[in-house]
């Protein structure tokens, strides 16, 4: 039984070194932590041959997953050779959510990290792609890696949302920012904090509840207390005025601007299982996700249980 926690990396069926290799070998130096890698492999052609030869396709599938283990340990070894503790394994598993959800259980996980894999539109509309799934329903940190222009992040861009308004959410916010400070300290990375002040939406609530216009000016004054709520995250937690950063807009747009004008490497949010305002929260990280020119942490609030 494992005892220290884990950096849990889902490796992809394809046998190449992939983005989310080098950002592992980078984070496990820096967190001093181990990493166990897992290949959840299920192949379509083989799953076939079951259908008519069983005995058949146990032995293929064994000489798959073993070609599959060789493989991942010769890439665990180049790690080693970097001074980082690794295990690994290849499973055959027909649904790739629940067993990285059985890992969690098995052995304390200290992070998931995987290649974010964008799927079709299409096929989006038909499942749930499994980035989705963690960043929707798994409670722990995801960092999903879209590329390693550098393995070790230079640049972490972390977001909030002072629309929070419960004190446990209002926490949740300080748990991200804390999340991405420590990030960013042992990275020896530059930390950007960001809120998007989406005035549009707000607008476009109200006024379909017949609220007063925007002549009123009470969306200035929402503005204006958000900057204050805003402001006072940013002060309690020492991140000073040129890192700090609030703007009005499409959140989506402007999330993805700021992170592509500043080379961020790292985007931190948070996501949650809950419904209402955190639905909407867990919807804009997963169009981050496809939109996004850099990686995306997901930080979950520790209240979440495991489904």
């Not at 050779?81 to 055959?92: D, K, N």
């Not at 955190?278 to 520790?302: D, M």
Request: hydrophobic letters at 45%.
């Amino acid at each position: 039984m494992y005892q220290t926690p884990r950096l849990l990396l889902i490796a992809p069926q394809q046998m190449q070194r992939s983005a989310a290799f080098e950002r592992t070998t980078e984070l496990a130096k820096v967190l001093q932590l181990p990493v166990h890698i897992v290949a959840l492999d299920h192949l379509q052609p083989l799953t076939l041959v079951e259908l008519f030869e069983s005995r058949q396709a146990e032995q293929l599938q064994a000489a798959y997953l073993e070609l599959h283990r060789q493989w991942l340990e010769s890439q665990a070894q180049l790690m080693r050779e970097q001074g980082v503790q690794v295990t690994c394994e290849a499973r055959w598993v027909k649904h790739p959510y629940q067993e990285i959800q059985q890992f969690a259980r098995e052995m304390p996980v200290a992070l998931i990290i995987k290649d974010a894999h964008a799927e079709p539109a299409m096929r989006r509309i038909f499942y749930t792609p499994l980035d989705w799934r963690l960043l929707r329903d798994c409670a722990l940190a995801v960092h999903l890696v879209t590329e390693a222009r550098h393995p070790r992040p230079r640049r972490v861009l972390a977001i909030i949302d002072v629309l929070r308004s419960e004190d446990q959410d209002l926490q949740f916010n300080d748990e991200i920012v804390e999340a991405a400070l420590k990030l960013a300290q042992q990275c020896d990375a530059e930390l950007d904090l960001l809120h998007v002040y989406d005035w549009v939406a707000v607008y476009a609530k109200d006024t379909g509840a017949g609220a007063l216009s925007l002549a009123s000016g009470m969306y200035e004054a929402l503005g204006e207390a958000q900057r204050d709520v805003y402001r006072a995250v940013a002060e309690r937690h020492g991140v000073p005025p040129q890192r700090s950063h609030f703007i009005e807009g499409m959140p989506l747009q402007q999330i993805c601007r700021f992170a592509e004008e500043h080379q961020s490497d790292v985007i931190v949010m948070g996501t949650t299982q809950h419904r209402g305002l955190h639905k909407r929260l867990g919807s804009t990280a997963e169009h981050l996700l496809l939109q996004a020119p850099c990686s995306i942490w997901a930080v979950k609030p520790p209240r979440d249980p495991l489904p």
